[in-house]
């Protein structure tokens, strides 16, 4: 393994990053002090030292792995990303786009002209570029698609034919083929004068003349068994298959549930079209996490760090809105008792313990019930188990706690009638967030919407409003 492709662990990385911001600095910092001095040949000596700053730090990238850049790039403010870019050597453009994130890729790319995208993207494998292709120019999409042969061609218009989310998207056409009436002795002759194998590869996919796969024939069987035995004795025939419309989450399960490192993936006729590898499907998953976590915040879509102010603002305006109405409307729950607090004024300053009580738990509802739904455990027969029991913990949950905040509130305004409010306050809150927790998502999973997207939001809403409505309500109805 060379140089440029040792895995450095987080903190060597966190290392570079700083390494790289002062060199950065230190450049500025010299740089100006040139600019500033009254000396012969300024011109040529400021360009001298802006050349020996840059030389040390494009020596530093190239030392780094293209992910250890992309990272690099994804914390470094817009200006200094395109300065660090343009120091990245060419033939590494492509490797280190593909590793970061899509948003920072916008950035990048929309600092590179036609040819420099056609250059970054003619060492790819075609299922890379199909990873790029959404993020290319129309224009060098088109060009791209005419320099590759006929194969390289078919195979990416059929990547790009697939949604985002199945195995299609996923999968690469990197692989192994052999046929199960050559013996082990063969294959191994085979391997020895390829010299080497596709990244991941822990099986051959064993097919017929027609490329329909027969079987798979692992690494591990191929060493251990008598390399005079066929493969069609020794292959394995029940390998785990996919199609490329299957789910990518369901694909992701199945690597998870099987521990695998790659499977095949074939057509309705069983024809072997591309493989999904472990790498593919971590990349998936952590892509599907980092969604559902901006979705559960009231994020449209993955944002840059150091976007501008208005797209950012563009990007979180969505769900504030919303927020702005639910919280007008809990405004308006509280107007309705304005009478009641002005007799009580200790009720506001317990009403939001209520209502913030509420928020938590039927987050952790949510969390709960979004979590399984991604992971399919949810089946329309466990549905109404799942909702009594989180009633049953809401239940338990509200008498304890709010036991515990009514003795509090007893100890503090020495009222019996004000703690056993806010005792039964808390208890039916807490009832009435799981409610919502459970329904929030299941609804939305019915109707085909992903249950995390403004989930949190609404359910923080739903509990403000009905918290003040509940424990003022009672206030009014058992004090006054």
Excluded: C
Aim: aromatic content about 6%; charged content about 25%; overall charge negative.
């Amino acid at each position: 393994m060379s140089e440029t492709e040792e895995i450095r662990p987080k903190e060597s990385l966190q290392e570079s990053l700083q390494q790289v911001v002062d060199l950065l600095n230190r450049q500025r910092l010299v740089e100006n002090l040139v600019h500033k001095q009254d000396m012969p040949r300024h011109e040529l000596v400021e360009n001298l030292v802006h050349k020996q700053n840059l030389a040390e730090l494009q020596l530093k990238l190239d030392k780094l792995h293209p992910a250890d850049v992309a990272h690099i790039l994804e914390a470094l403010p817009l200006q200094d990303r395109l300065l660090v870019w343009d120091l990245v050597k060419a033939e590494r453009d492509g490797e280190i786009l593909l590793e970061v994130s899509d948003a920072v890729r916008e950035t990048l790319i929309a600092d590179m002209d036609s040819e420099e995208l056609l250059a970054a993207t003619e060492n790819l494998d075609t299922d890379e570029i199909a990873d790029l292709a959404p993020d290319l120019p129309k224009d060098v999409l088109q060009e791209l698609m005419e320099s590759l042969d006929a194969q390289n061609r078919a195979r990416l218009q059929s990547a790009l034919a697939y949604p985002e989310d199945t195995v299609g998207a996923l999968m690469d056409f990197d692989m192994m083929t052999i046929r199960d009436d050559i013996t082990l002795e063969v294959v191994l002759r085979y391997l020895r004068r390829l010299g080497e194998m596709p990244p991941h590869t822990d099986k051959l996919f064993v097919v017929d003349r027609d490329n329909v796969l027969k079987g798979v024939l692992p690494l591990k069987r191929l060493l251990v068994h008598d390399s005079e035995a066929s493969v069609a004795a020794v292959m394995a025939n029940d390998a785990v298959i996919f199609h490329p419309d299957d789910d990518a989450g369901d694909a992701a399960q199945a690597f998870e549930r099987y521990d695998l490192v790659t499977a095949p993936v074939v057509d309705r006729q069983s024809r072997l079209v591309g493989r999904l590898t472990v790498d593919a499907v971590i990349d998936y998953i952590r892509e599907a996490s980092e969604s559902d976590m901006l979705s559960m915040a009231g994020l449209r879509e993955e944002e840059d760090l150091f976007a501008t102010v208005w797209k950012s603002v563009q990007n979180r305006w969505t769900w504030l809105a919303v927020n702005l109405v639910t919280a007008f409307i809990a405004s308006r729950v509280i107007g309705l008792f304005e009478g009641s607090i002005e007799k009580i004024v200790a009720l506001a300053a317990l009403m939001p313990i209520v209502a913030g009580v509420g928020g938590n738990s039927g987050n952790q509802t949510i969390t709960m019930i979004v979590r399984a739904l991604a992971l399919g455990q949810v089946h329309i027969s466990s549905m109404k188990k799942l909702f009594f029991k989180e009633l049953g913990v809401s239940l338990l949950n509200g008498l304890i706690w709010g036991s515990m905040l009514g003795g509090i509130a007893f100890l503090l305004y020495h009222n019996v009638k004000l703690g056993l409010v806010m005792t039964a306050a808390m208890t039916l809150n807490l009832l009435l967030a799981a409610l919502m927790g459970v329904a929030i998502p299941l609804t939305m999973h019915k109707f085909g919407r992903d249950p995390a997207v403004g989930s949190s939001v609404m359910i923080t809403a739903v509990t403000d409003s009905g918290g003040f409505f509940i424990f003022l309500g009672l206030a009014t109805l058992f004090l006054l």
